[in-house]
């Protein structure tokens, strides 16, 4: 393995980290408050892709973009249930919620499963791409590119749109940006929507580069999604992309080039770094500093 | 084992009756801490090493349990009195993790392949330490540091300016936490004749914080509440089959919908005035 490919690697893992960031960052900036049921929306969207390929024998392409439009129809129930039913003065109490629901989606996955892990299938005859006599992954970089290309769009929608501005204006402020018209409860709703349909599609491609899903995938991916946007800034839009690709190339690359004796702490890396920059800089890198009011 | 399976829950109960009081003693000068798992297991292997290598008595690891993981917690509340809210929550996340990887692969202890070879507790004995760790944590909510502590959670600059040393305060509770944790941890270790890292994951610092914020977190009664219902209620479930787990997270999200303070709270005790 060339450094290249390392980082192709590195980059295609980073993107799924990202995609999976973004929507906690979203919701976040829109709420402050983290939906802890997010790594489980990312796990039931793997699910329902594989079901809908080997049960009901619908082609790959069809039942990616099924399991993600129900990952994103999912964001409106947590919303709903977690959020808007849940009294605004107890911010624990969502929180404990949305982990409440996250063990509801768990088991039934593990029941769904049989409690075994699940091999999903290739979505179609991998291809190698030849680049100066380099053979790259063409999932890898078909996840790359889907990836990359969803979050330039996730970067017009929210800075050049209206429902963007809208959605940055309920971020900036609620309260204000409901006394001047806007239908606060909707654009919540629509930032569930795109983040948990992020996390959906997240799902889908990390099962289709890895081939196995288990009911417990989500819980690992919701971690490092939430190392992602701490160490990005939370609310951070370009933090979480950056710092999702950042995380998934140091990981590749420190198992390629660690010592033996150090690899089995390469899940701790992350955490590692994370710490590190709360230390120095206790709003993220590209956070803003939060001023003390009194 | 040595225990019926009745004796094994109650045991269960009163340790996490413990772990559930550490939290709430942290959280009650308003700092969140999803890394308990994290000085559970080590107070969990520094008892585990004491009795089965050094061959000292219970008692006497516990008491080492606390004071280690203790430190730990002034080590890790240290730095993180710069961090609030869900930074620090994330923080110390992160502390737990790297404290499981660390004895995943920490050879002294064999890494993932757990030790064994403790001697039991029992119940007397847990619920003994229990009781005094109520009694004392009840008078020292009650006593002028207790109130410091809660002046600290409502606003901490304004009780900046009513002379409390936030930082003592905050590190205090920090640090009493963790040793709590970490005596829980040194029980369990004991209870389970097994210690393993893969008993402290974030799961189990999640499964702490739900005993605190279903029992209620403002007063002592509430998370010994919690804890007495989330250790028994999977047991209570179990005719549920494949799908307790499921009822037991629709439980805790109805929970929160309809008391989000948690079962116990404050206006229950002060219904005279």
């Known amino acids: 393995m060339t450094i290249l490919q ?82 605004k003065d107890y911010p624990l109490a969502s929180l404990l919620s949305t982990i409440g629901l996250g063990i509801v989606l768990q088991n039934f996955a593990l029941v769904f499963s049989k409690g075994e892990m699940v091999r999903f299938p290739s979505a179609f005859h991998d291809f190698n791409i030849n680049i100066g006599g380099l053979a790259i992954s063409g999932v890898h970089v078909l996840i790359l590119s889907i990836g990359i290309a969803l979050m330039l769009s996730l970067q017009v929608l929210i800075f050049k749109t209206n429902i963007g501005k809208a959605l940055r204006a309920v971020a900036e402020n609620r309260v204000v940006a409901g006394m001047f018209g806007l239908n606060v409860n909707f654009i919540v709703g629509v930032t569930f929507v795109i983040s948990s349909g992020l996390a959906g599609v997240a799902g889908v491609l990390t099962a289709m580069a890895y ?59 992350a ?24 | 084992m040595g225990e019926s399976y009745l004796g094994g829950i109650a045991i269960q109960i009163g340790i996490n009756m413990i772990l559930a009081l550490s939290l709430y003693i942290t959280f009650s000068t308003g700092q969140i801490s999803l890394g308990h798992a994290g000085f559970m297991a080590i107070g969990g292997y520094a008892g585990a090493i004491l009795t089965v290598q050094a061959g000292t008595s219970l008692t006497f690891a516990i008491v080492i349990a606390a004071l280690l993981a203790g430190l730990f917690g002034l080590l890790v509340g240290w730095p993180a009195l710069r961090l609030g809210g869900i930074f620090l929550a994330i923080a110390t996340l992160g502390f737990g993790i790297i404290v499981m990887v660390f004895f995943q692969n920490f050879p002294y202890t064999s890494g993932s392949m757990g030790m064994q070879g403790m001697v039991g507790t029992s119940i007397p004995l847990v619920y003994l330490l229990l009781s005094a760790i109520v009694f004392l944590t009840w008078q020292l909510m009650r006593s002028s540091w207790g109130r410091s502590f809660e ?91 494949d799908y307790r787990m499921v009822v037991y997270g629709l439980l805790m999200m109805a929970m929160m919908i309809v008391r989000p303070q948690g079962i116990i709270d404050r206006k229950m005790f002060h219904k005279r005035r």
Request: proline share 2%; net charge neutral; hydrophobic share 55%.
């Open chain 1, 211 to 269: 081939h196995s899903i288990t009911p417990f995938m989500g819980v690992e991916m919701g971690l490092k999604g939430l190392t992602v946007i701490v160490l990005g800034g939370m609310g951070s839009l370009t933090g979480a992309m950056i710092g999702g690709l950042m995380l998934g190339l140091g990981e590749v690359l420190a198992m390629g080039y660690l010592p033996m004796c150090l690899i089995g702490y390469k899940d701790a890396i």
């Open chain 2, 151 to 241: 002046a600290v959670r409502e606003d901490e600059i304004a009780a900046k300016t009513m002379g409390i040393n936030v930082t003592v305060v905050k590190l205090t509770a920090f640090i009493l936490g963790a040793s709590l944790a970490g005596i829980a941890g040194a029980l369990d270790a004991h209870y389970m004749y097994y210690i393993d890292s893969h008993n402290y994951t974030f799961g189990r610092s999640i499964e702490i914080l739900l005993f605190l914020i279903l029992g209620g977190s403002e007063v002592v009664w509430g998370p010994l509440l919690g804890a007495l219902i989330l250790t028994a209620l999977p047991e209570l479930l179990r005719f549920m089959a």
């Open chain 1, 271 to 294: 955490f590692i770094m994370l710490i590190m920059v709360l230390l120095i800089k206790p709003s993220g890198l590209m956070g803003r500093s939060q001023e003390v009011k009194v």
């Open chain 1, 6 to 87: 390392q980082c192709i690697n590195g980059l295609m893992l980073g993107s799924t980290y990202s995609l999976l960031a973004i929507g906690y960052t979203l919701v976040f900036g829109v709420l402050q408050m983290l939906n802890l049921a997010h790594g489980e929306v990312y796990m039931i969207a793997a699910f329902f892709a594989w079901a809908m390929v080997t049960m009901m024998k619908l082609p790959f392409f069809a039942a990616f973009i099924i399991a993600s439009l129900i990952a994103s129809l999912s964001g409106l129930l947590i919303e709903l249930l977690c959020f808007r039913l849940v009294n």
